[in-house]
């Protein structure tokens, strides 16, 4: 009899071990499109990773151009995802809402278009290219967020109309040393979220952010010691517009490039009454640079006083804030 409880623990232990899976542990594994390492695609990685993990996980991308639409589902946790170099490791696709879903006739839409999908909760992506490389011929997203803690280092987020969707309320987002390009409203979404010396590039005359923070929600977008820069020949663009009615954005302590338009915020007439305007929440503190002139703002948007300014802190606006980069 106890030879074979010896044997039945011995059996259970195995199983045990296989159903884990070969990388459920802190291993790092690699991905390389040329075949050196585990995998050859980012989105295989992810899938190979065990779900709820208490330990961080590192997937280091080597160099190359990765064509797929990746998700990080909302039972993976503790992931870090490394690009090799910023700028010759991308991952990109070509999605955009004007495209009819297959066998339908019917458009995919703004919300299907992602490149990069983020549903899982502390979750980081550094040193990477994230890209949505379609046509100027609809929206076409190359970050959808909706997990919370999430942190982007050193990353290029590049795209045409709505780059980045922060989909969900009162998720915590936090991105530095980032480079995010766009045309029309390249930011936009109801998630909390602080851009830490960061540089927001317009690429035609429109709108850098539309945000949709919920009324209850203190706190929306935050670019601190952010500069604003747009490509050659853009001269006209907003700092934000109000996809909902409670808008909250706040400038502080940025470069505003000569392409701000003096006005600085728009009210997105097709969602708003004019009357609204006051209840919309946007900011401004010590910016600088050629588009930081305030004398012909607009009368709703709110001049922040060095006391206000001092209270907007990481911690007053995440709370906890371990999860964030030393």
């Not at 909302?74 to 700028?87: C, K, Q």
């Not at 936009?188 to 690429?203: D, I, K, M, T, Y």
């Not at 338009?261 to 609204?276: R, T």
């Amino acid at each position: 009899m106890k030879q074979l409880l010896i044997l039945l623990m011995c059996l259970s232990a195995v199983v045990s071990v296989s159903a884990r899976g070969k990388y459920d542990n802190t291993d790092t594994i690699t991905v390389a499109r040329d075949g050196s390492g585990e995998f050859r695609n980012v989105s295989e990685a992810v899938q190979a990773c065990r779900a709820f993990m208490e330990y961080k996980k590192v997937i280091y991308v080597k160099n190359g151009t990765y064509k797929e639409k990746v998700v990080v589902p909302s039972w993976l946790t503790n992931i870090e995802i490394v690009g090799e170099d910023r700028d010759k490791t991308v991952i990109t696709y070509d999605d955009h809402a004007n495209i009819n879903l297959p066998g339908t006739t019917h458009h995919m839409g703004t919300f299907r278009t992602y490149t990069v999908k983020v549903e899982g909760t502390n979750i980081t992506f550094k040193n990477i290219t994230i890209e949505n490389n379609a046509p100027k011929l609809g929206q076409a997203v190359a970050l959808h967020t909706e997990g919370d803690r999430l942190v982007f280092i050193n990353c290029r987020i590049l795209g045409n109309q709505d780059t980045i969707y922060t989909g969900t309320p009162g998720t915590r987002l936090y991105f530095l040393d980032c480079f995010i390009n766009g045309t029309t409203d390249f930011i936009f979404g109801p998630s909390v979220a602080w851009f830490e010396n960061c540089e927001l590039q317009s690429r035609s005359n429109s709108y850098v952010t539309a945000a949709s923070t919920p009324k209850d929600q203190k706190f929306g977008y935050i670019f601190n010691h952010c500069r604003l820069t747009a490509e050659p020949g853009v001269t006209k663009v907003f700092l934000g517009r109000p996809w909902r009615a409670y808008a909250y954005t706040l400038f502080k302590e940025c470069t505003l490039g000569s392409h701000i338009v003096p006005e600085g915020w728009h009210n997105w007439v097709d969602y708003h009454d004019p009357a609204k305007e006051g209840i919309v929440r946007y900011m401004e503190y010590k910016n600088n640079g050629p588009g930081a002139d305030t004398k012909a703002r607009v009368a709703w948007s709110h001049q922040l006083t060095k006391k206000e300014a001092a209270a907007i802190t990481l911690a007053a606006v995440f709370g906890d804030v371990s999860w964030l980069p030393k």
